[in-house]
């Protein structure tokens, strides 16, 4: 499978972005043992509007197949330690603005609604030359990976289908769009026939533009540098015919685990009506949110603090907190979270690291009737006490939100382990003994706190029942 990644960057790992003027390798024997393993070769020419110094920008239109050459730099003895005669090379695009980096979860997620079906990045197989097993994750829009033989000649065409301006704050027409990186690791394999051990990893700057925008962008930048001076364009990088990727620090992988909740099953005999004690867990209850007292202490260590975050579903930001502890992430306020998370995650996070709960909006406390109390408790109603919240029973508490009959069935049979379908309806005993059946308005109406004694009837069918609030 494809290894995980996204647009998302460690704070600490962010790529490094050289200060640089472009110029063809000089081959010569003294910096031979200087070179690169290997060399990438974005086959379009940059821009001529990039000053002295600077890392080049290269424009490419959508959906266009553009040839990325696979070069390497050494010669072929020096490739003796490799376990076989492949490499591996993984090829992404990213953002290259560090903020949108950090919310590259909500953009990612944004660009996929949006889309639906769409890849921000595609290998033009067809066209392509000396590679082998191409693979696309189709979880992984924005990568695509291959196997391919450095002594060989090999070239990957790939193809962009998102645009600069799709990922900008304000869309009224002329926006500057957001610059994007093509970014290629290459490894190696391990003891164990696997490509994890990393060789050589290179990357270059570039923008997105619809079919043919590119060159219109291309044709007016070179058409302003043409009216400059001649001490202006000396400090400008001329227009070099193919775009050489510059190294960098590798890609920073971390497997996203996804939680497997299990499918809801019930073990109840369906003859039986006992609701049970209330003391057993229900075994139909899917292990999906993290448990209500899931706290993040002060004292959690950096891998703590990494638990912590996949347990309550914040895998996506691990990364961005891969050196955070416990401590340090208590001592964030929300505005830090929001900023680094974006809106909704990051409140999100700010409320459960602080462990505040959602207040439910009805609390009601129910108990089932046991068999030795049923006529104690008649005597009471008949002598005109009708308070049932008696010392002699144990209440558990039931928290609805939606405050409907079909919640409060779910409810009572989760805590006695039983399955919702057992329950045929539910009652509420009325002014002198009547049985008046529970209805949403009724639920709605029930007051905060109300106390509840459940008694079972059996219903005609001897796998349903009744329950007698």
């Known amino acids: ?137 189709p ?75 590119a060159d219109r962008k291309q044709k007016t930048d070179r058409e302003k540098m043409e009216k400059k001076t001649i001490q202006e364009k000396e400090k400008y990088q001329p227009s070099y015919e193919t775009t050489i990727l510059t190294e960098c620090s590798p890609w920073p992988d971390v497997p996203y685990q996804m939680n497997n909740a299990p499918s809801p099953s019930y073990n109840s005999s369906p003859n039986s009506f006992n609701l049970g004690d209330g003391n057993s867990s229900p075994t139909h209850q899917m292990e999906l949110l993290p448990p209500s007292n899931d706290h993040l202490l002060p004292s959690a260590s950096i891998q703590d603090a990494q638990q912590w975050l996949h347990r309550n579903r914040f895998s996506p930001f691990c990364r961005l907190f891969s050196s955070f502890s416990g401590a340090d992430l208590l001592k964030m306020s929300k505005e830090d979270f929001v900023q680094i998370c974006g809106p909704a995650d990051g409140i999100r996070l700010f409320n459960a690291i602080k462990g505040r709960n959602v207040r439910p909006k009805m609390t009601i406390y129910v108990c089932q009737e046991p068999e030795q109390n049923r006529s104690h408790l008649h005597q009471k109603q008949e002598n005109g006490d009708g308070s049932l919240c008696g010392k002699f029973l144990l209440y558990h508490a039931i928290f609805l939100e939606e405050l409907t009959i079909l919640e409060l069935m779910e409810k009572i049979a989760n805590l006695y382990s039983i399955s919702p379908q057992q329950i045929n309806r539910i009652y509420r005993q009325g002014p002198t003994g009547i049985h008046v059946l529970v209805s949403n308005e009724m639920v709605q109406n029930f007051q905060d706190e109300s106390c509840f004694v459940i008694s079972t009837l059996k219903g005609v069918y001897c796998c349903c029942c009744y329950l007698l609030l």
């Open 1 to 137: 499978s494809v290894a995980g990644v996204g647009f998302l960057l460690n704070c600490g790992n962010v790529l490094a972005l050289p200060i640089f003027k472009q110029e063809e390798p000089q081959l010569s024997p003294e910096n031979d043992a200087k070179l690169p393993p290997f060399q990438y070769v974005l086959c379009t020419a940059t821009s001529p509007a990039v000053k002295l110094h600077e890392e080049t920008l290269t424009y490419l239109n959508q959906g266009q197949s553009y040839e990325i050459r696979l070069l390497e730099n050494r010669k072929l003895g020096e490739f003796q330690d490799l376990n076989t005669k492949y490499v591996k090379s993984i090829i992404r695009v990213v953002f290259h603005d560090r903020r949108l980096q950090y919310t590259e979860h909500q953009q990612l997620e944004g660009w996929r609604w949006s889309r639906p079906g769409d890849r921000i990045l595609d290998i033009d197989i067809p066209l392509s030359v000396g590679i082998l097993d191409p693979r696309a994750s």
């Open 139 to 213: 979880t992984q829009l924005n990568t695509v990976e291959f196997l391919w033989d450095p002594s060989k000649r090999a070239s990957a065409f790939i193809q962009v289908h998102c645009i600069s301006t799709e990922f900008t704050p304000r869309k009224h027409g002329g926006e500057k769009g957001v610059p994007f990186r093509v970014q290629i690791d290459t490894f190696k394999q391990n003891e164990n026939g696997e490509y994890t051990e990393h060789l050589h990893s290179a990357s270059c700057q570039i923008k997105v533009f619809k079919p043919k925008g």
